[in-house]
């Protein structure tokens, strides 16, 4: 029980690091949030991402190339230009690391308005910090784990920031429904999204790319949005008018 808990709880915290910070506001700044809230949200992307840190300027780049040729051959991960998942990963793999040691630079449309934070940026890229964040997975397996077939779980702990984004662009562009024609493949694969907290709505997305509301329809349901409007009651964050 320890374990599912601590592997639903990575699962989701992770998520919502993605969705929030790397998404909603890396991306399309949805919502503004001042300095020291920024830098409290980069922190916990770093611990709850941990050994599969994605850095913000990488993500925001390639994230505004997939929007700007969504289901094109320039589209950074559409699923209708590979075999599978795993070499539509690897693909993408291969560009952000590009764009995150500067190999190559991205067009100015997608260049700026992102968080930076070269310290942040360094520890979670480093070796030493995936290594160490692997480390601690396998340590708690081997403290709590009850059953063999619990390690199974290990490389998800691994690979989760990957992996979410994956499940989302390989989805999110076959499997579904279309509430819009947005003249690409993007579908909503799940009306009520608590599996992926709001990021399998890609068409309603695609359609409305500033809402912060990923939901469109009466009966949809976006987990993170109600999150959101808390943290703007709060005036931790505040939401743009769209």
């Given at each position: 029980m320890?374990i599912l808990?601590?592997?639903l709880?990575?699962w989701?915290?992770?998520?919502f690091?993605?969705?929030?910070?790397?998404?909603?506001?890396?991306?399309h700044?949805?919502?503004?949030m001042?300095?020291?809230?920024?830098?409290?949200f980069y922190l916990v992307?770093?611990?709850?991402q941990?050994?599969?840190f994605?850095?913000?300027?990488?993500y925001?780049?390639?994230?505004?190339?997939?929007h700007?040729?969504?289901?094109?051959?320039k589209d950074?991960?559409?699923?209708?230009?590979?075999?599978?998942?795993f070499g539509m990963?690897i693909a993408t793999?291969?560009?952000?690391?590009d764009?995150?040691?500067f190999?190559?630079?991205?067009?100015?449309?997608f260049?700026g308005n992102?968080?930076e934070?070269?310290?942040?940026?360094?520890?979670g890229n480093?070796?030493?910090?995936?290594?160490?964040c692997?480390?601690?997975?396998?340590g708690?397996y081997?403290?709590?784990?009850?059953?063999?077939w619990?390690?199974i779980?290990?490389?998800?702990?691994f690979l989760?920031?990957?992996?979410?984004?994956?499940?989302?662009?390989?989805c999110?562009?076959k499997y579904g429904?279309?509430?819009h024609?947005?003249?690409?493949h993007s579908?909503?694969?799940l009306p009520?999204?608590?599996?992926l907290m709001?990021?399998?709505f890609?068409n309603?997305?695609?359609?409305?790319?500033?809402?912060?509301n990923?939901a469109?329809?009466?009966?949809?349901?976006?987990?993170?949005?109600?999150?959101?409007k808390?943290?703007?009651w709060?005036?931790?964050?505040?939401i743009?008018?769209?």
């Amino acid at each position: 029980m320890i374990i599912l808990i601590f592997f639903l709880c990575h699962w989701f915290l992770s998520l919502f690091s993605q969705t929030f910070f790397l998404h909603r506001y890396s991306s399309h700044k949805m919502f503004k949030m001042e300095p020291f809230w920024e830098k409290f949200f980069y922190l916990v992307l770093l611990i709850s991402q941990g050994s599969s840190f994605l850095n913000p300027r990488a993500y925001a780049i390639l994230h505004r190339m997939h929007h700007a040729y969504s289901d094109t051959e320039k589209d950074p991960h559409s699923p209708h230009f590979f075999k599978d998942v795993f070499g539509m990963m690897i693909a993408t793999k291969n560009m952000y690391m590009d764009y995150l040691q500067f190999k190559i630079q991205p067009e100015p449309a997608f260049q700026g308005n992102y968080p930076e934070w070269p310290l942040v940026d360094r520890i979670g890229n480093s070796w030493a910090w995936r290594l160490a964040c692997g480390l601690f997975y396998i340590g708690f397996y081997v403290m709590f784990a009850n059953h063999w077939w619990l390690f199974i779980l290990l490389p998800i702990h691994f690979l989760m920031g990957p992996l979410h984004g994956a499940i989302v662009n390989w989805c999110g562009h076959k499997y579904g429904y279309s509430n819009h024609d947005n003249e690409d493949h993007s579908k909503n694969s799940l009306p009520w999204d608590f599996l992926l907290m709001g990021e399998l709505f890609q068409n309603n997305h695609h359609k409305k790319p500033n809402s912060p509301n990923f939901a469109s329809k009466w009966w949809e349901f976006d987990p993170t949005y109600p999150v959101m409007k808390v943290l703007h009651w709060m005036k931790i964050i505040k939401i743009r008018k769209v």
